[in-house]
């Protein structure tokens, strides 16, 4: 399997599912907006439309001989149009010429779950479907079918080209996560799907032949001899024998390259990295026909992960060469991400500082695109070779984020481009268009005479985002907003609307209905100038909904504005008919929610729904009312505003409640256990990044009026942090901005803690005092004076509020009126937190002497038992499985029983551990000053692994499938629960505390002053 880069498991992040209300019938076929749909074209294809699969053909040869594009002109090459995807586009863009609609689609398909067909005309998306779960590889189509492999809930899917109509589903297993399917036709056998399945860890990978016409299984076959699977695209050739072939690589630890008979999955030949280890193969293979090139058998050409190119003859499996391109390069990291393009005697292909050129038959260098030019950054993108023979250029993206075009011959960039993300997407060549996607979501076409100029810009003035407003009945909900020109005027506003959340149905105002997949509608626009009005009305039912507007300028010369503009509103019922109420509007994935509702049929069934799930079926009493049990909220759920529908079987009558699907990190260690572990947080640990840096990225830094020592608290939509200044700030999620600041009167140096039912912020400061504050307001509740400083993180539970102190003591508060309600002494200063274990009323802490005592509370608190540790516990123990761990700064974490203190076992982690653990199916990961991560079994104390990080780790916080980690020389870590380290962000300075993970975002304090919120691809937090 592989560990890292491209070949990282795949990601659920903002899951599209089918809709839910049976108000709401959507067709199979999402109708294209009119202009699109309408639009002239040829009777016949232009010549050279077609690029209908990965690297254009069967052989993933990668060339085009479309003479539009060539060195002569490349200069002049600029943006044509370019289309938001509604999610980051790592596959790459098919093109292919459709007769009943008589024009070219581009079909690209993203990381939010969304295939879709845009015309390669104007960019306008044509049709779309929301198939539920990320997509990576690439599609492909022949004739009217077009085959999709998704990552998760792994099957295959053949949808009708021309209308985006699901035909069949194969299911494969696992999923597909790079692998890129190929079609062929063996001689005398049937057209054929060839497309490796990655292995899970559990689940082997297999290669699977699947029939064209009829969706059936040809063969699978498992070639490896060690447990493994496949991650590679798929080529398909024949060999000098007429044996048909599909070639592909393995995923670590088999790391080979494969070749099977493609009549009957028969295993003809396997080639072995030279290096080993986990240097498997995450690209496809360029064939070389038997004859090419004076080559008899034929060739294949594979880059692997071990940065060597291979040339192996095609039919005897035999390697002819090897180019070293660590040597070559000096690059020390992996590489070999790139699918080479064989141009004539060329072999070109992506290396981990560039672009390299390679004799096809010696193998030896031509040229280095690092020594035509500056030195670059990565290109895992696959080279595309285009333009007529002598003026050929090679079109790429790198994870600069830049998208490039050079000279063949020489290597020479020509033109570039920079997008708003990194590039893996391997460019399409159409007609002279030059289509590549972006990690930002746009799907670029580049052509000669596009714009290289500056893009207009839009605002949106209303509705105001996160606003409440009444329904209005028959009249529409309407956004508006300006539009001001870039380099050219604004040609129109395009406004996408999603009803529900992530989950909902988008508005198409050509076919007044709400569909399945994205949609962009022309809003109205005022009169021409440099800015301009803009509207666009969209009906809501009467039953109330969230709506999301989301929308974006576009300039006569085809520049989009890069950043959309995005506001959410809720729209209440009618004041009349059908009413629903929720025990809460907040709710966690996982957890449950009551819903109540009146207005409806007597004695009649009622559906709840949230869109695309079922959530239960209740019956109404005689007078229309009903109160429904818990309902559970998956735990796969999205993140995001949506709504419950409660609807009458009998009457139809229906009515939603608004309901934000959130994970709060609401204390330190996120529960009263403090586990630090998020349970439900999938997005994160199944993100698919090119390198550790482009994992999360910033989407905004707030600047403190001070360093923030402690960690983050995250709810309700802002992040709270205390400051070494004295302030306590709230900081709104979706802007960054203040929402409001208080003067605590000392300095903060550890978390607030946050209760959302009672609407309290608390936090403890240096000038012995521990406060509350309205959680929206930031005006003062109460403030209770201790008898030393409090950098100890409050825990809150059940109205109380417990706290240390360094005056020696526990302190038990009313969280409601800040009376202490009782103190316990303690041997040394309580610098550490509390842990709260609420199955058995037990309150745990550590003080400076290394003493650790437990409560028995809910009456008369009185001490369980009272143990000593070997160093001073400043952190706070974590209670778990009926234990109780503590990190001591003489570098031994220690196991006692919850019920009676009796020491278990105890290990040596480091030389000391000061800052906060996380707890996560049976494992304990544990900081130490010296840099180093360990993950122990919390039943023995075994250790299972230990990974040096990059400096004095602070503190450790763990979701699904992976940890995040703060390091004192400001470095934040991002580990796979294995160890493996796929992400790496610096803050302006040193950091302290420990990562707070809400809604797949991650929040930092920093020493530079700086709250942190990092986002998958910077995007907005859900």
């Given at each position: 399997m592989p560990r890292n880069t491209l070949a990282a498991a795949d990601k659920v992040w903002l899951a599209r599912m089918a809709l839910a209300t049976a108000a709401l019938v959507l067709p199979a076929l999402i109708a294209a907006p009119a202009a699109a749909a309408t639009a002239t074209a040829p009777a016949a294809a232009p010549r050279y439309a077609d690029w209908p699969t990965f690297h254009g053909n069967p052989n993933l040869t990668g060339v085009s001989k479309d003479p539009a594009i060539s060195t002569l002109n490349a200069a002049q090459l600029g943006v044509r149009w370019m289309t938001h995807t509604f999610g980051p586009v790592l596959s790459s863009p098919v093109t292919k010429y459709s007769s009943a609609r008589h024009e070219t689609l581009a079909y690209v398909a993203n990381e939010n779950g969304e295939l879709e067909a845009i015309s390669t005309a104007d960019g306008a998306i044509v049709w779309a479907d929301s198939i539920g779960v990320p997509m990576h590889a690439t599609p492909t189509v022949i004739g009217t079918h077009l085959w999709i492999g998704t990552a998760v809930s792994g099957r295959m899917l053949r949808i009708n080209a021309n209308t985006g109509a699901v035909q069949c589903r194969v299911p494969l297993g696992t999923g597909v996560d790079f692998a890129s399917p190929v079609i062929g036709t063996p001689p005398g056998g049937p057209t054929t799907l060839y497309v490796g399945v990655q292995d899970n860890g559990a689940v082997e990978g297999p290669m699977m032949a699947i029939n064209d016409s009829t969706c059936k299984v040809e063969w699978k076959r498992d070639p490896y001899p060690v447990f493994s699977g496949s991650w590679s695209p798929d080529a398909f050739g024949v060999n000098a024998h007429g044996v048909p072939l599909v070639i592909f690589g393995s995923g670590d630890p088999d790391c080979a390259i494969y070749a099977l008979n493609a009549r009957t999955g028969a295993t003809l030949w396997r080639v072995r990295s030279l290096v080993g280890g986990l240097s498997d193969f995450g690209t496809g293979a360029a064939i070389s026909p038997p004859g090419r090139n004076g080559i008899a058998d034929g060739m294949a050409y594979v880059s692997g992960k071990d940065r060597i190119l291979y040339g192996i003859d095609l039919t005897t499996g035999k390697l002819k060469w090897h180019f070293d391109v660590g040597a070559a390069t000096g690059a020390s990291h992996d590489g070999g991400r790139s699918t080479a393009a064989l141009a004539g005697r060329m072999v070109v292909f992506g290396t981990p500082v560039g672009v390299a050129a390679v004799d096809a038959v010696s193998g030896k260098q031509i040229w280095l695109s690092e020594k035509a030019g500056p030195s670059d950054t990565e290109v895992p993108s696959s080279p595309l070779v285009t333009g007529p023979a002598g003026h050929q250029v090679v079109v790429y993206g790198d994870l600069n984020g830049y998208i490039e075009v050079t000279s063949l011959a020489t290597g020479q960039v020509l033109y570039r481009y920079e997008t708003g993300g990194y590039v893996i997407s391997s460019a399409a060549d159409s007609a002279g268009n030059l289509l590549i996607g972006s990690s930002d979501g746009f799907l670029y076409d580049l052509a000669i005479g596009g714009s290289n100029g500056s893009p207009p810009a839009t605002t949106m003035t209303s509705p105001a985002n996160g606003s409440t407003i009444p329904n209005p009945g028959r009249r529409p909900v309407t956004a508006k907003g300006t539009a001001t020109a870039g380099s050219a005027p604004v040609a129109a506003v395009d406004v996408a609307v999603q009803m529900n959340g992530p989950s909902g149905p988008w508005w198409n105002a050509a076919t007044r209905k709400w569909q399945q997949g994205p949609a962009y509608n022309k809003a109205s626009a005022g009169s021409s100038g440099a800015t301009r009005t803009w509207s666009l009305g969209v009906p809501v039912p009467a039953q109330g909904s969230v709506l999301t507007f989301v929308a974006r300028a576009v300039g006569r010369d085809g520049l989009v504005e890069p950043r959309l503009i995005q506001h959410t509103v809720t729209v209440r019922p009618v004041k009349t008919g059908p009413h629903v109420t929720l025990s809460s509007g907040h709710a966690a994935p996982g957890t449950g929610l009551r819903v109540a509702g009146k207005g409806f049929g007597s004695r009649e069934k009622v559906s709840l729904s949230l869109p695309g799930l079922h959530l239960g079926t209740v019956t109404a009493h005689a007078d229309g009312s009903f109160a429904s049990p818990v309902v559970s909220i998956p735990t796969a759920f999205p993140y995001g505003l949506t709504a419950v529908t409660a609807k009458g079987t009998r009457s139809g009558r229906s009515a939603t409640a608004p309901v934000t699907i959130t994970g709060p990190w609401s204390q330190l260690g996120y529960d009263p256990q403090r586990t630090a572990d998020q349970p439900f947080d999938h997005v994160l640990s199944e993100e698919v990044t090119p390198g550790k840096q482009h994992r999360m990225m910033p989407y905004w830094v707030y600047s403190a009026s001070a360093p923030i020592e402690g960690s983050p608290a995250v709810a309700d939509g802002r992040a709270f942090a205390g400051d070494h200044g004295g302030t306590l700030s709230a900081v709104d999620l979706v802007t960054g901005g203040l929402a409001w600041s208080a003067a605590v009167g000392g300095s903060v140096d550890s978390s607030p803690a946050v209760d959302q039912a009672a609407g309290l912020v608390v936090v403890g400061s240096s000038n012995d005092k521990v406060s509350a504050y309205q959680e929206r307001s930031g005006a003062v509740a109460w403030s209770t004076g201790t008898g030393g400083a409090v950098t100890s993180s409050p825990l809150i539970y059940h109205g109380v509020v417990y706290v240390g102190s360094d005056d020696h003591k526990l302190y038990a508060i009313s969280e409601k009126t800040g009376q202490v309600l009782w103190t316990r002494t303690l041997p040394g200063p309580v610098d550490g937190s509390p842990a709260f274990d609420p199955a058995t009323s037990t309150v745990v802490v550590g003080d400076g002497t290394g003493t650790v005592t437990a409560f028995r509370v809910g009456g008369a608190p009185s001490r369980r038992w009272q143990v000593?540790?070997?160093?001073?516990?400043?952190?706070?123990?974590?209670?778990?499985?009926?234990?109780?761990?503590?990190?001591?700064?003489?570098?031994?974490?220690?196991?006692?029983?919850?019920?009676?203190?009796?020491?278990?076992?105890?290990?040596?982690?480091?030389?000391?551990?000061?800052?906060?653990?996380?707890?996560?199916?049976?494992?304990?990961?544990?900081?130490?000053?010296?840099?180093?991560?360990?993950?122990?079994?919390?039943?023995?104390?075994?250790?299972?692994?230990?990974?040096?990080?990059?400096?004095?780790?602070?503190?450790?916080?763990?979701?699904?499938?992976?940890?995040?980690?703060?390091?004192?020389?400001?470095?934040?870590?991002?580990?796979?629960?294995?160890?493996?380290?796929v992400w790496l962000a610096r803050a302006g300075s040193g950091l302290s505390g420990s990562p707070a993970i809400m809604d797949n975002s991650v929040f930092v304090g920093g020493e530079d002053n700086g709250l942190y919120c990092f986002t998958p691809y910077g995007e907005p937090v859900v």
């Open positions: 000593t540790t070997g160093g001073a516990v400043d952190n706070s123990p974590v209670i778990a499985q009926g234990r109780v761990f503590v990190g001591a700064a003489n570098g031994v974490v220690y196991s006692f029983s919850e019920s009676t203190g009796k020491p278990g076992w105890s290990r040596q982690v480091g030389t000391s551990v000061t800052g906060s653990m996380a707890f996560q199916a049976g494992h304990l990961y544990v900081g130490a000053a010296d840099g180093s991560l360990t993950a122990l079994r919390t039943g023995s104390g075994a250790v299972m692994w230990s990974e040096p990080l990059a400096g004095p780790i602070t503190g450790v916080s763990a979701t699904d499938g992976m940890l995040f980690t703060e390091s004192s020389n400001g470095t934040v870590s991002g580990l796979r629960i294995g160890g493996e380290v």
